[in-house]
Structures are given as structure tokens and as C-alpha cells.
């Protein structure tokens, strides 16, 4: 998917501003209609892109109440009155807000520019539909007979091979293999992970 869509380049105004030049606010027909097309030229170059053996396959979502009862909310959404003048709409954007904080679990310790993931908490009185279905009888995995998702493959330098005499000048380093890095994770955590994303590494080297 990255290579069918590289150098790819969609405005999100491709019909004009998708505000309304009279009163500031959203042109929410202007805005549908430029969503729509920049969906549409999206797809033209992306579907079919190779996947293993097989292909992908893009389907653009339809046009309902729901979508349209979505699109309605969004100009209220960084409105500091919207806690006084719509208190319902107001409470369930706090519960979206909320669900990363105080009913998922997120790994810890890991910076959420570097990455950023959420596990199911599972809490009866959670807004998430999946967790009022309750914990699964078997644990989750990436795959069938794989590791638990709870578990990341962030970078951990090795330590006993940080100043190794075969690497030429340009060597950054060395890590963990993925045995050493499992059992390491178990005992210590990710606190020893490569945890500076790559927009820090540039903005240091420029």
C-alpha cells in the first residue's frame, strides 16, 4: 500500500475552502463533496495494490444518517460553550477523550509519538462495546499460536555488544534478538527500549 501510494498528493480542497466565506464556519456540502473526491482519486491509484498473493481492495464507506449525524457534531467539538449550551454532546465527547486515559490500557513507559496502542480493558461499565462482551476465555495473540498483543518489538540495544570491534565506523549500534528481547521485556519491562522516535533523531542531526 505505501508504494501505490507514494508521491501521492491529495488536496482536501480540491472543490474550494471548506469553509463558508460568510459566516467562517464549515461548509459541511463543500466539505462532503471534497471528502468525496479525494476518496475517489485515492482509490483510482490504490485499489489493487499487491498484498502477498493476493490484492487489495478499497471500498469507499456510504453515505448515511449516521455519517451525516457525525459530520454535524464536528463544528462543536473545540467549542468552549458546547459544555453549557449541549451538556450531552458535551459528556459523550468526554467519554471518547476518556477511553484512552481511564478504560484501555496502554503500554506503559512507551511515548505515545513513537507509538500508540490500545488493549481492550475489558471493564463491564466501559463505553468500548467489545469489553461489555467480557475478557475472551483465551488469551489474545497477534496471530494463532503467536505472542500476547500486550507484547511490542520496540528496539533494545544489547549492552554486551555496544563497543564491538568487527563493525566499521558507520556501526549504530546493536539489538536485542528476538528470544534475548522476550525474556527481557518479562523481566524488566520496556524501560531499556529505543524509545526516541525518528522525527526526534532528524530534528537532532539537522
Known amino acids: 500500500m505505501a508504494i501505490s501510494h507514494s508521491n501521492l498528493f491529495i488536496p482536501s480542497t480540491l472543490h474550494g475552502s471548506n469553509f463558508n466565506p460568510h459566516d467562517g464556519g464549515i461548509d459541511n456540502e463543500k466539505l462532503e463533496k471534497n471528502l468525496t473526491t ?45 459544555k453549557t449550551d449541549q451538556p450531552t454532546l458535551y459528556d459523550y465527547f468526554c467519554e471518547i477523550y476518556g477511553l484512552k486515559e481511564i478504560a484501555m490500557d496502554m503500554v506503559p513507559g512507551l511515548p ?30 497477534w496471530f494463532p499460536g503467536g505472542l500476547s498483543l500486550s507484547y511490542l518489538r520496540i528496539p533494545i540495544p544489547d549492552v554486551k555488544r555496544q563497543n564491538c570491534e568487527k563493525c566499521c565506523q558507520e556501526c549504530r549500534g546493536h539489538y536485542l534478538q528476538p528470544d534475548e528481547h522476550i525474556e527481557h521485556v518479562r523481566q524488566n519491562g520496556y524501560g531499556d527500549c529505543q524509545f526516541k522516535p525518528p522525527k526526534s533523531v532528524i530534528e537532532e542531526a539537522t
Open 38 to 82: 479525494a476518496a475517489d482519486v485515492y482509490t483510482s491509484k490504490c485499489n489493487g495494490a499487491p498484498c502477498g498473493e493476493s490484492s487489495i481492495i478499497l471500498i469507499k464507506g456510504n453515505k448515511n444518517d449516521l455519517a451525516k449525524k457525525y459530520q454535524e457534531r464536528r463544528p462543536h467539538l473545540l467549542k468552549e460553550e458546547l
Open 112 to 141: 505515545s509519538q513513537y507509538v500508540f496502542r490500545l488493549l481492550l480493558c475489558y471493564k463491564v461499565d466501559c463505553i468500548h462495546p467489545l469489553c461489555r462482551e467480557g475478557r475472551p476465555k483465551e488469551e489474545e495473540t
